[in-house]
Each structure stands twice: as structure tokens, then as C-alpha cells.
């Protein structure tokens, strides 16, 4: 099992949970952050440390939600590991708990 970061991280990206990640496993994207399945140690460290509830367990995963863990396992191959904390972005209180925000998705 593993951790996963949903939509709701998309153009939010606070970085609250990369802080406590004992194994460095989130990547940064240009607005949004993944979790790689194969470097996550199901540590639950950082679900509660995530202001806006975008990281959640795979096996309590919304349904709506369950694309975000191949998007998750997808985008961690390529985007680069983040290992300490940065600001997130200016207009990240505006995006918070937005929905349908998957096209806003900046590879």
C-alpha cells in the first residue's frame, strides 16, 4: 500500500508534508506534488500533516479519486524529489478544496 496525492494539491501544493517524509518519496511538479508508490514506506506521516486533506491511504482513496494513483506512480518517474519544505504558491488559498481542477494539472 501506499500514499497517494489527489486533485486537491493541484495549484494548492503546500508542502507541509515533505517535511516529515522519513524517505524522501514526494517529487515536485510545476503545481502539484506525487507520492512514488515504490519509495513510500506507509509511514502515515504525512496524511495529517497536509492542510487541505489531498493525501490520503490507497485503500481509503475517494472513488472519484482512484486515477490519482497511476498519476502518482506516472509523474514521480519523472519529476524530480523534493526534500525540504518551499512557500507555496501566491494563489494557493484560492484553489483550496476547487473542484475539477485535473485539466489545471501542469506537467
Partial sequence: MTF?????????????????????????GPNFLVIDPD????????EP??????????EDLP????????????LSQIWPVITEMKDPPEDAKEWEDKPNKLELLER
Fill in 4 to 28: 497517494v496525492v489527489t486533485e486537491n494539491c493541484i495549484k494548492c501544493k503546500y508542502m507541509d508534508c515533505v517535511e516529515v517524509c522519513p524517505v524522501d518519496c514526494f517529487h515536485e
Fill in 39 to 46: 519509495e513510500c514506506i506507509d509511514c502515515t506521516l504525512c
Fill in 49 to 58: 500533516e497536509c492542510p487541505i486533506n489531498a493525501i490520503y491511504s490507497e
Fill in 63 to 74: 472513488e472519484d479519486q482512484q486515477h490519482f494513483i497511476q498519476l502518482n506512480e506516472e
